[in-house]
């Protein structure tokens, strides 16, 4: 971006001047002699300079409040030396997410309770259903929650995941991670409204087909979308209200069951009778998702802080949240697997509390539905204004409502979902499945590259792994995506790459777009550049002076 023509002041210009010289200093000095602090400061080690007037006057620089500061700064040939205290792009916004909401945000774009784990036991047997809940979640949920973790709050702002893989691997990719990422999420979303109406047909037949069904998706759509519409506070906290709703009638069946329980019943096993299939997209399903929260994280009040223990405190819910229910009902009642498929924990309900817990189950999974509903197109949306505020998409996408939320990709996700809601939901969640693992390959690869090309940039958060350790963390759930993928069925997979083609033909489409000057691209000023220094600030401190 050109920098914008402006009226300077002599002491603007010495500011500028301080900047530069900073940059230069940072460039030129020798690895352990500088180091760039969070005000764009460079000191040595073996000896402090004396102060001057343009140290003075870099001083003044450092408390305004639109001070350049140098991110993601290379010397020395490309060594990488620090990213700077990043405030987010709209960190004077009042409304940011706090702790407490921004958990049960994670809770539902990654479980939601344990509605839909049934299939497990059904695949299975409740040994190894009650195994994989335990074993799965070590494999695929903690690597990804822990890089989640570092790259989040090494990059506190919207674009997530989009923009840690443009920072490795270069824009061109970033958007292809984006492209994916936002595609599954909308086919995931997808499934809401239809399991909504699933669980409240047996109440409510007229929305078991026909126009009154095709009426009440649209409906419940709408309503959905307009909470998104009003803002994250909203979101959040309805995401807190929805949470413990449908977490209680859990936890009263578990303390019912109690003098029913058979322990001999878990142990229940027949390795030669296993659907290995079911089974393992059933974990897969219920157990992702865990970066969603990355292209929120310009929303979060003190993401670096905060992230990080979200992610731990909802990684023991959605833990705890599928282990005990599946521990009650298998253990309290006789096994008939054929029985055990989605729904079957309301039936578990009424024979273990009668038909009020069985009811009350069944709004539970019709609130949670909702609750994911809204977690996830928080996150979608979110993540096209994170995009436009890169350059990757047209600037109307970062465009914000009175609510501070992004209008248009709300907008372009609801869209996305009332043209899918037609598929079924063996259709969805395969879709969604290959897509995601394409997007997570991406992930893992940008992690270690970033480990690698950049191993002194500031981590507020940092897995206490080094970068052989960080490899091995990742080669579990890499090879779990490659048997995910290998078990795809042929319609699924070229459904899945004409989606992945599209977005490789897409991105060119807009940059020839952007070049004929059809639709206005622009990158913010706020966001730290993927090569060193601001995308705005810092080049007009440097070009207004050569």
């Keep these: 971006m050109a920098p914008p023509e402006v009226a300077e002041t002599k002491a603007s210009v010495l500011e500028k001047h301080a900047v530069r010289d900073d940059i230069v200093a940072a460039a030129a000095a020798e690895p352990g002699d500088c180091s760039v602090t969070s005000s764009a400061s460079v000191c040595n ?59 049960f945000l994670i809770f539902y774009e990654v479980s939601g309770g344990p509605f839909g784990v049934e299939d497990s036991v059904g695949a299975a047997g409740p040994f190894l259903a009650l195994l994989g809940f335990l074993v799965f979640p070590l494999i695929w949920s903690v690597p990804e929650a822990l890089i989640t973790a570092e790259m989040s709050t090494m990059f506190p702002e919207n674009g997530g995941y989009v923009v840690w893989v443009s920072t490795a691997l270069g824009p061109y990719w970033g958007f292809q991670q984006g492209w994916m990422k936002w595609l599954s999420g909308v086919i995931d979303n997808a499934l809401y409204p239809i399991l909504f109406l699933d669980y409240l047909k047996s ?21 959905l979308t307009y909470l998104n519409y009003r803002g994250m506070t909203i ?29 001999s019943r878990w142990m229940v096993v027949d390795i030669h009778d296993v659907d290995w299939n079911l089974y393992l997209n059933t974990l897969f399903w219920n157990l992702n998702y865990w970066d969603s929260v990355s292209t929120l994280a310009g929303e979060v009040h003190n993401p670096k802080k905060n992230l990080p223990k979200a992610l731990l405190y909802a990684l023991i819910m959605v833990v705890l949240g599928y282990f005990l229910p599946l521990l009650a009902g298998t253990g309290a009642i006789p096994l008939q697997r054929d029985l055990w498929s989605d729904g079957y924990f309301s039936d578990v309900a009424k024979i273990l509390g009668g038909v009020w817990l069985r009811w009350w189950i069944q709004a539970a999974a019709a609130m949670s539905n909702m609750g994911m509903f809204v977690a996830e197109m928080s996150s979608d949306s979110f993540q096209l204004l994170g995009m436009a505020e890169r350059g990757m998409l047209p600037e109307f996408f970062a465009k914000r409502s009175r609510h501070g939320t992004p209008l248009v990709g709300i907008l372009f996700s609801a869209s996305g979902v009332l043209l899918l809601s037609w598929l079924s939901f063996q259709e969805i969640v395969a879709a969604e499945n290959f897509l995601y693992c394409f997007g997570m390959i991406l992930e893992f690869i940008a992690f270690i590259r970033i480990r690698i090309k950049y191993p002194s940039a500031s981590r507020p958060y940092k897995i206490p792994l080094g970068t052989a350790g960080s490899i091995l963390m990742c080669i579990p759930p890499t090879a779990l995506i490659c048997v995910v993928l290998a078990l795809s069925s042929l ?36 966001l730290p550049d993927f090569d060193g220094g601001t995308n705005d600030s810092t080049q007009s401190a440097e070009s207004s002076i050569l």
């Design 45 to 103: 080690d073996a000896q402090q300079p004396e102060s001057t007037s343009e140290e003075d006057n870099l001083q003044k620089l450092r408390n305004t409040p639109n001070r350049a500061s140098v991110q993601m700064g290379d010397y020395n040939g490309g060594q990488y030396v620090a990213i700077n205290e990043v405030t987010s792009p709209r960190a004077n916004r009042k409304n940011k997410v706090s702790l407490v909401p921004l958990i």
């Design 203 to 223: 109440g409510i037949p007229a929305v078991a087909d026909g126009l009154p069904r095709v009426a009440a998706v649209l409906v419940l759509t709408v309503v």
């Design 235 to 263: 979101v959040g906290w309805v995401a807190v209200l929805l949470g413990v709703f449908s977490i209680l009638p859990f936890i009263v069946m578990g303390f019912i069951s109690i003098p029913k329980i058979q322990p």
């Design 491 to 526: 319609k699924v997979f070229l459904v899945s790459m004409v989606a992945v083609i599209i977005g490789l033909v897409l991105q060119p489409c807009l940059k020839r777009v952007e070049k004929k000057k059809l639709l206005k691209f622009s990158t913010s000023s706020d």
